[in-house]
T-cell receptor
């Protein structure tokens, strides 16, 4: 068990550019989550997958954001036409959810820190 | 709506002293409660969780927390703080059925020698 991994760890981009982040969950974890953390705040929920299905999206996830989990394993989060307000730490977490849908412990990756200039 | 309040933005304690970090939550049903720790530039590490049963839960690194339903609190404690405990601590609440966690704004712990 190598834990949740995220790449890249840091990304600096210019306003208007597109960026893509990758998350590899703990193997056999069927649930995957994306959170955003801005300076001085706790993480805020963005979206959630169960296997390959995206089941919930936060209102924070504007049309410029898209997330995929094509084979129910790794996930990507893309931000199009980045804005300075997108600068944040993007955290990925995974958990082993039961069919009953009960809350399970989420294990977090190290995050991708995005800076938009 | 679910919410979590961590009243203390910063706390400074001396090494070897006891620690209590406060967490109050607002949630309509039985909550699932978590404490995570985050070192600078790192992701979140789970310290402990409360799902049901004994209201005093033990976690890693010598931490414990007590769930008090009447006070809507889940305070984190440690009897003797080590310099390596300096980090940011987040309390989170989630539904018993579902997925999304709601986090507090965090408490930064400084340890002085």
């Amino acid at each position: 068990d190598t834990g949740v991994s995220q790449n890249p760890r840091h990304k600096i981009t210019k306003r208007g550019q597109n960026v893509t982040f990758r998350c590899d969950p703990i193997s056999e974890h069927n649930r995957l989550y994306w959170y955003r953390q801005t300076l001085g705040q706790g993480p805020e929920f963005l979206t959630y997958f169960q296997n390959e299905a995206q089941l919930e999206k936060s209102r924070l996830l504007s049309d410029r954001f898209s997330a995929e989990r094509p084979k129910g394993s790794f996930s990507t989060l893309e931000i199009q036409r980045t804005e300075q307000g997108d600068s944040a730490m993007y955290l990925c977490a995974s958990s082993h959810g039961t069919s009953g849908g009960f809350q399970e412990t989420q294990y977090f990756g190290p995050g991708t820190r995005l800076l938009v200039l | 709506a679910q919410s979590v309040t961590q009243p203390d933005i910063h706390i400074t304690v001396s090494e070897g002293a006891s620690l209590e970090l406060r967490c109050n939550y607002s949630y309509g049903a039985t909550p699932y409660l978590f404490w995570y720790v985050q070192s600078p530039g790192q992701g979140l590490q789970l310290l402990l969780k409360y799902f049901s049963g004994d209201t005093l839960v033990q976690g890693i690194k010598g931490f414990e927390a007590e769930f008090k339903r009447s006070q809507s609190s889940f305070n984190l404690r440690k009897p003797s703080v080590h310099w390596s405990d300096a980090a940011e601590y987040f309390c989170a609440v989630g539904p018993s059925y579902g997925n999304k966690l709601v986090f507090g704004a965090g408490t930064i712990l400084r340890v002085k020698s």
